[in-house]
């Protein structure tokens, strides 16, 4: 082998020790180890779907164009998920830097701003059509959307919630658990992963009101406490997505937009709000980690609110 096919190799070599591909794996392999499965494989997804592809068999120090690569996903994706993009490939560079002692001027990628949209919640009469439809089919589907009225209980919360964790005799749910359907790029597959809420706030306990013990209170005696809440088995799932499915044909049936599950914690956390809570209380019930994110989301949202206090004026 002559002295420039060495060169050549030997700088192979060294390219493939800082290939972003390389790098992006490494990271993965080191945050594996200190964070939820759930947020792993958002992690993964990420890397596969969005940076891989875009910057595989580059030499991560030499790559200038990060922000041309924003910019071009501010075309097709919303800046919640740029965000979230963003912020992943922001960690992988300082993980590199971190450990080979050096710069990649992390600082200069360009993060876009959240698009503020307005709050979607039910009408009051929206709500009062959807409660109604849902007490008259008296299935354990339809007193789940109940519940998370009044509850303000996120989708994979309550599918993950068993009777154990509902104590009729101090009138609390305790949530401890999430159920959610994670893709796995390599795998092409999904899998269905339960493990702890998003954060150590979301492990939490709700009051139960008047209005939903009763229906707690006669559906106790014909489930195990190992029977999950909507499937009423113990050994079966309701998936979040099926019951996003199932809360948009209840709408249709009802005569209502086909919303997003959300909206039932959005409708929930502003009733609140429009009778009087305070937002801590408000906050601790949600599941937020910090105080701030309700007030931001919630405290203005609603008009009728905004009105009433016009009015004093």
Known sequence: MNVLNKLKKIINKEDEKINFEKISGEWLNYKKISIKSSTYYNYLFI???????E????????IRNYNDYVRNLQKKLSSKT?????????AILKYY?????????VKRINIPKLEKKRLKILSHKEK???EKYCFEKSTLKTYGIIMCLNTGMRVGEICSLKWKNIDLENRYIYVENTVQRIYNEQERNSNIIMGKPKSNCSIRSIPINQKLYEILKNLRKKYNDEDYFLSGKSNKIVEPRNYQYTLKSILKKCKLKPYKFHILRHTFAT??????MDAKSLSEILGHSDVNITLGIYVHSSDKIKKKYLEKI
């Open 97 to 105: 830097e971190d450990e080979n002692d050096c710069i990649l001027q």
């Open 128 to 130: 009062e059509r959807l």
């Open 47 to 53: 890397v596969e779907r969005y940076l891989n592809p």
């Open 82 to 90: 740029i965000r979230d993009i963003v912020n992943v490939l922001k």
């Open 55 to 62: 910057f595989k068999g580059m030499n991560i120090e030499s």
């Open 271 to 276: 009733n609140c709000i429009e009778v009087g």
